[in-house]
């Protein structure tokens, strides 16, 4: 029996290539339609995991077989019934508790709708994500010494939950934040649901050019970039926090502004293992697989992450749930893949050589 399975797909070429060297000399429309017809299949078991309280749940990486651009470009019908047949090929593995991660999150309405048809605990991490969101931007805030509560931020896609939740976050920690979003009666329900002090720090704008200069902190919680948001004109030093999917902004677009999507993850344990290739260095994770391994951890095998509207209290709880168990936070990434200290050093020269 496994205590966790966590459905994985490649995100991009590269880490296909990785998984199968052979596909990378075919045709990629082959390689697509071979994809399809694969069915989902084991790719590796998770060693070393090790709670300081104890406890090592048994865990297991399912693969689904379908690339981002696929599950993207493919009926949303045909998405799911992957998803769902790569999930039930997990409980044939007689597992507890299933973690949707990448675009296989995005399925049947978040996870909802598969739960419907399922009798197994599912959750797509998206909680254990969220949590992490503000733990990037104050990590990525104090490497490039910004001073956070002397600047203003600037929320793009602020009714969005990822916007929400970061406008609940920073309101009070930074100078002001400036919003933006597609929906306008959205975003005028969003300013009326705010209390009066909450809402009195921020400035609703319709021209995004117009703030670049004051900012040095720019989230990006939509998938649709408005067409005012010319990189060129960020001031150097700024950081993006693209938490666009797929992402939006690259991370080498200018060598003087720090593009950041999130963290990666250490679980606990001395010689963690998944025995699988994320692009990431050995023992390290994403947020999203993190979050079924916590559940686990702590015995917590029902329906957890699920739907569009993230619960707040299940953010605060699975991050201490995180730091019961010892989950830490490794380093930054982008375009999920790790940003060094190296990097850090030559963006903030460049930005010192940019402002003299």
Not at 14 to 39: A, C, D, F, N, T
Not at 251 to 276: K, Q, T, Y
Request: glycine fraction near 6%.
């Amino acid at each position: 029996m496994y205590d966790y399975a966590i459905i994985v797909h490649p995100t991009n070429e590269e880490l296909l290539y990785r998984y199968e060297p052979g596909m990378k000399h075919r045709p990629k429309l082959l390689v697509k339609k071979v994809l399809e017809w694969m069915s989902p299949f084991k790719a590796s078991d998770v060693t070393g995991l090790m709670s300081p309280q104890g406890r090592a749940p048994k865990g297991t990486l399912v693969m689904c077989p379908l690339l981002m651009e696929q599950m993207i470009s493919l009926s949303p019908h045909k998405v799911m019934a992957s998803v769902l047949a790569t999930i039930k090929f997990a409980l044939g593995l007689n597992t507890r508790l299933i973690g949707l991660t990448a675009y296989t999150a995005f399925s049947g309405n978040k996870g909802e709708d598969l739960a419907k048809h399922l009798n197994v605990a599912l959750t797509t991490g998206t909680s254990y994500t969220l949590g992490m969101l503000p733990e990037s931007i104050l990590r990525a805030v104090d490497l490039m010494d910004i001073e956070l509560d002397k600047t203003r931020i600037l929320v793009i896609g602020a009714t969005t939950s990822i916007g929400k939740f970061c406008i609940e976050i920073f309101a009070h920690l930074t100078q002001g934040i400036f919003i933006t979003a597609t929906n306008q009666d959205k975003l005028n329900l969003l300013l009326a649901e705010l209390p009066k002090e909450k809402r009195a720090k921020l400035q609703r704008i319709s021209d995004i050019e117009s703030v670049l200069d004051q900012t040095k902190i720019i989230i990006i919680a939509t998938n649709r970039l408005p067409i005012g948001l010319d990189l060129n004109k960020i001031r150097p030093g700024t950081i993006i926090f693209d938490i666009s999917y797929p992402r939006r902004i690259p991370s080498h677009i200018r060598d003087d502004i720090l593009v950041i999507d999130g963290v990666a993850i250490r679980p606990p344990g001395e010689n963690v293992d998944f025995n699988f290739d994320f692009g990431l260095p050995k023992g390290l994770c994403y947020p999203c697989i993190a979050e079924p391994m916590i559940l686990a951890m702590e015995q917590k095998f029902e329906n957890y992450s699920l739907g569009k509207e993230p619960e707040p209290h299940k953010i605060r709880e699975i991050m201490q749930l995180g730091t019961k168990h010892g989950f830490e936070i490794a380093s930054l990434t982008s375009q999920e893949k790790i940003i060094s200290n190296e990097d850090i050093l030559r963006i903030k020269h460049c930005t010192q050589r940019k402002n003299k």
